[in-house]
């Protein structure tokens, strides 16, 4: 039986509002909540991560002085390095107001707040004139957006004529497998925790998603193996703090530590991919600007 788009209300909303000191210990020092990349296959955590939004900012041609927009920015981690390293004006949409004021509190550290909008609403409530970004980014995050076509078709209209789409994202192997995925026990184990992920699609779905929007995909390249080794380090570091993580969060961290097993299972079993995509607005002028 097909499953129906859900709210985000009650447990499945907490993940947006848990304690930021669990992320903290897991993720990276910038709290990248989505893969890193592994240019040498040896690089730690922070450095992967920093590999991944430069070869982002590569692959867009990401210009100082140009607005980003990042659809679904959690902490900000991506965020708040491309207004600081990258000089980019940086408007970010999250659900939680503690994701909000953690990411401004940094900004603020780092002297950066001029560049960085964050703003707590639902993507799809996003208040953004025509052409008024030059690119905009998903990092992980449309996964759990059920309107992904209305979603592109708003990331066109905000769009300059030159502008940038770039989704990362986890998807199915396959569309056909789709249904099958949805029945299994651990996939709804997750979804009840974290809510909306019964939204995956294939890479190919999600690309032809963006051809109805009126996008040209120019770009992808299939990084599930960057995605293995994210995860087991995020893994590794669940297991180092663990006893401060459940004292801030009884409830929650037994859940969140069983969501990185499941997802570290299913990719290993290649039921689950995660691609880097991007697409245009403008068609036949795209060329990577600089080698990564």
């Not at 995660?274 to 036949?284: D, F, G, L, S, V």
Request: hydrophobic residues 40%.
């Amino acid at each position: 039986m097909p499953i129906e788009p859900q709210v985000e209300t009650g447990d499945s909303a907490v993940h947006y509002d848990t304690a930021p000191v669990l992320f903290e210990r897991m993720l990276d020092r910038n709290m990248n909540y989505s893969s890193g990349f592994y240019a040498q296959g040896d690089e730690d955590l922070d450095q992967a991560q920093i590999l991944k939004m430069d070869r982002v900012a590569a692959t867009c041609g990401f210009q100082p002085g140009q607005t980003l927009l990042d659809m679904g920015c959690g902490w900000s981690g991506p965020a708040r390095y491309y207004a600081e390293v990258h000089q980019m004006n940086v408007i970010g949409y999250t659900l939680s107001s503690v994701q909000r004021d953690f990411a401004m509190e940094k900004a603020r550290e780092r002297g950066i707040a001029e560049r960085l909008d964050i703003r707590v609403c639902s993507v799809l409530d996003a208040e953004l004139p025509d052409e008024s970004v030059d690119h905009v980014i998903f990092f992980e995050s449309i996964i759990h957006m059920w309107e992904k076509l209305e979603l592109f078709q708003l990331c066109h209209r905000a769009l300059r004529p030159s502008g940038m789409l770039f989704v990362q994202e986890s998807n199915y192997d396959r569309n056909s497998n789709t249904d099958k995925f949805r029945s299994e026990r651990g996939f709804q184990a997750v979804d009840d925790v974290f809510g909306n992920t019964a939204n995956m699609v294939s890479t190919g779905e999600m690309m032809r998603l963006m051809e109805e929007a009126g996008f040209l995909a120019c770009y992808t390249e299939n990084i599930s193996n960057h995605y293995k080794k994210t995860l087991a380090q995020w893994s590794d570091r669940l297991d180092l703090h663990a006893a401060e993580m459940e004292a801030a969060e009884p409830e929650f961290f037994p859940n969140l530590r069983r969501y990185i097993m499941l997802a570290l299972a299913t990719y290993r079993q290649e039921g689950t991919l995660c691609h880097m995509t991007a697409a245009q607005k403008t068609p036949n002028n795209w060329i990577r600007r600089t080698p990564v």
